[in-house]
Nanobody
Framework: QVQLVESGGGLVQSGGSLRLSCAAS????????MGWFRQAPGKEREFVAA????????SYADSVKGRFTVSRDNAKNTLYLQMNSLKPEDTAVYYC??????????????????WGQGTQVTVSS
């Protein structure tokens, strides 16, 4: 089993920045690609960003390209999401996820086996 715990969410004004972290524990050696998803009230959960096992390949949703940066530190078993130029439409619960089968980046939820409990990000206008 792998446990994922997100942190770093909060309330920020439009144009501000936040850095989310996702700490993995347990059988972390089985994890491969990792990603961030988000779910806004009344909406489906959507892909935000993903990073490959080695960290050399990154993927982003069009809505966050140029503003968000995903990275990982395998030595610390931690995934990050740096969010800049935040907008009110970025308000959502952000979830980190880990895949044990995909080494390359993947935007598809079924490819992720483990999920964190989520952290709330609220951007005020």
């Amino acid at each position: 089993q792998v446990q994922l715990v997100e942190s770093g969410g909060g309330l920020v004004q439009s144009g501000g920045s936040l850095r989310l972290s996702c700490a993995a524990s347990g059988r972390t050696f089985i994890t491969r690609a990792m990603g961030w998803f988000r779910q806004a009230p009344g909406k489906e959960r959507e892909f935000v960003a993903a990073v490959s096992w080695t960290g050399s390949s990154l993927s982003y949703a069009d809505s966050v390209k140029g503003r968000f940066t995903v990275s990982r530190d395998n030595a610390k078993n931690t995934l990050y999401l740096q969010m800049n130029s935040l907008k009110p439409e970025d308000t959502a619960v952000y979830y980190c996820a880990a895949s044990t089968t995909q080494a390359a980046t993947t935007t598809l939820e079924p490819h992720y086996n483990y999920w964190g409990q989520g952290t709330q990000v609220t951007v005020s206008s």
